[in-house]
Nanobody
Framework: QVHLVQSGGGSVQAGGSLRVSCTFSGGTFSNRAMGWFRQAPGKEREYVAGISWSGASAHYIHSVQGRFTISRDNTKNTVDLQMINLKPEDTAVYYC?????????WGQGTQVTVSS
């Protein structure tokens, strides 16, 4: 019943910017905290950023602090991750998910590739 559909991403040179987006359906979006995760080649999936149900608070892992911004629009049931000053180590498949601590629902994944 709950579906998360992603869009955006792509390929960019180091220092560039990209955005990944996620649209929620099948439930009450405004009741849910939302998170972004990523999985790089040869690495385990890791948590990247999270946002509270209202958008009043956000959290980031240290490696993306100051470069990534998570946001949500509860009128459109969307959550976005704006990424600037991208680095090759940001290359990964990015996933939106809910809840954050133990995700039950995942988007299909969006490729982000950053070249040197």
């Amino acid at each position: 019943q709950v579906h998360l559909v992603q869009s955006g991403g792509g390929s960019v040179q180091a220092g560039g910017s990209l955005r990944v987006s996620c649209t929620f359906s099948g439930g009450t979006f405004s009741n849910r905290a939302m998170g972004w995760f990523r999985q790089a080649p040869g690495k385990e999936r890791e948590y990247v950023a999270g946002i509270s149900w209202s958008g009043a608070s956000a959290h980031y892992i240290h490696s993306v602090q100051g470069r990534f911004t998570i946001s949500r629009d509860n009128t459109k049931n969307t959550v976005d991750l704006q990424m600037i000053n991208l680095k090759p180590e940001d290359t990964a498949v990015y996933y939106c998910a809910t809840p954050i601590s133990t995700p039950e629902f995942w988007g299909q994944g969006t490729q982000v590739t950053v070249s040197s």
